[in-house]
């Protein structure tokens, strides 16, 4: 004759009761405050930084590329990047043509091999200027460009 039904709305509702009855327990389960809830994954901000090329000479005859504000123009064939993100305050960057259309202000990708300076070793193949301009940089790690790249959108470096 007449069979008799639950509504399924019914069985979503006490589904759902259920649920939040229960949910507590689930969230407990996750870790509490003893400290208990397992390490954690992922990256430190400190492991996120910037590669330090240029803090020694760890990186003396790699390839590296990086991007930064151009500080100072000294020569129509050298230019100094600020060097902060990459183990230094200034980076000098020498390169046979293309820092001639580099200006103070710009940011750059410079791609080239880290090596150790001495004004000597590179005065002719670069036509650097007086000396004294580069005694700052007497014995530090500095980049000798194979391109440079005007007005790149942030400071990055890979290797």
Not at 5 to 17: E, F, I, M, Y
Not at 58 to 66: A, C, D, H, I, N
Not at 124 to 135: C, E, K, S, V
């Amino acid at each position: 004759m007449f069979e008799h039904r639950r509504p399924n709305h019914l069985l979503g509702r006490v589904a759902a009761v259920a649920v939040l009855l229960l949910s507590p327990f689930a969230v407990a389960a996750c870790g509490g405050d003893d400290g208990t809830a397992g390490p954690e994954t992922g990256a430190d901000v400190e492991d996120i930084t910037e590669d330090d090329y240029f803090a020694d000479d760890q990186y003396v005859g790699e390839e590296v590329t990086v991007s930064a504000n151009v500080t100072e123009v000294i020569d129509p064939q050298s230019f100094v990047l600020a060097g902060e993100d990459y183990g230094d305050d200034s980076l000098l960057v020498l390169s046979g043509k293309d820092a001639r259309k580099v200006q103070e202000g710009d940011v750059v990708k410079v791609t080239g091999t880290v090596r150790e300076f001495d004004y000597e070793n590179y005065r002719a193949d670069y036509a650097l200027g007086a000396a004294d301009l580069y005694t700052p940089y007497d014995t530090e790690e500095f980049l000798v460009a194979d391109s440079v790249t005007r007005n790149t959108a942030s400071t990055t470096a890979t290797r």
